[in-house]
């Protein structure tokens, strides 16, 4: 038409590859598929941590477990047979 400017077309512009990027937006379409595939898990691992009661009757303390035995002898002899006496240095 006359009087009428041609429109410009503008030039495809380069798109220059980016290593880091790329790997950048991998990683996130990875975490976001990982979290959607196990976001209805059911492992004991994403339960909330509840209180038990303790094992036995109701009302009834957990049996005590005896502390370390205190070695007062140098000449102790082990389940193993093996004494000080063994031992050459």
Same mark, same amino acid.
């Given at each position: ?5 041609? %429109?410009? %077309? ?13 790997? &950048?937006? $991998?990683?996130?379409?990875?975490? !976001? ?10 492992? $004991?691992?994403?339960?909330?941590? =509840?209180?038990?009661?303790?094992? $036995?009757?109701? $009302?009834?303390?957990?049996?005590? /477990?005896?502390?370390? =035995?205190? %070695?007062?002898?140098?000449? /102790?002899? +082990?389940?193993?047979? &093996? =004494?000080? !006496?063994? %031992?050459? +240095?």
């Amino acid at each position: 038409m006359i009087g009428e400017k041609p %429109v410009l %077309v503008a030039p495809p512009a380069k798109i220059e590859y980016d290593a880091e990027a790329a790997r &950048i937006y $991998g990683e996130q379409m990875y975490w !976001e598929d990982y979290y959607e595939r196990n976001s209805d898990d059911s492992s $004991g691992a994403r339960r909330k941590k =509840t209180a038990r009661p303790a094992a $036995g009757q109701p $009302g009834q303390s957990p049996p005590q /477990v005896p502390g370390p =035995t205190q %070695v007062l002898d140098d000449d /102790v002899i +082990f389940d193993s047979g &093996i =004494t000080d !006496e063994d %031992v050459p +240095f």
